[in-house]
């Protein structure tokens, strides 16, 4: 992490609308402004990488 962060929270959610609902909980519950990214894919999550023939 770098940058002006202070924290990750890594979540996963149903759609964008509950992305967007749960960070306006966030937002509310904590006082805090956020900063999203997005991440579409984590290919190697809990998984070894595939190995290639190369």
């Not at 770098?2 to 890594?10: C, F, M, P, R, V």
């Amino acid at each position: 992490m770098a940058g002006d962060e202070s924290y990750i929270l890594k979540v996963r959610v149903a759609s964008p609308l509950a992305l967007e609902e749960l960070l306006q909980h966030i937002r509310a519950s904590a006082n805090v402004s956020t900063r999203t990214t997005v991440v579409l894919s984590t290919p190697y999550e809990h998984r070894p990488p595939e190995l290639g023939d190369g």
